[in-house]
């Protein structure tokens, strides 16, 4: 049930890790990458969506997970 939702905002790619995380900076340099930015709140937003809407029970499972693909597939 919450993966068509994922699907339907065009975020499943988060959950499934097929959608990967680009590199943090740039090229040889301390500038932050636009497209990790953009990626990373996508992704956190993802990992707080589905950490809300579990059981406490549940939630405490995925703790450690930085990333929306962990706590899927811990879940799993």
Known sequence: ???PIFRGCRLDGHLLGTHACPPEFLD???ELNPIYVEWHSKDQYCLGWLVS???KDVAHAVVSAK???EAWRQIQ
Do not use: P, Q
């Open 53 to 55: 809407v579990m059981s």
């Open 67 to 69: 990333f929306a693909h």
């Open 1 to 3: 049930m919450v993966l």
């Open 28 to 30: 040889d340099s301390d």
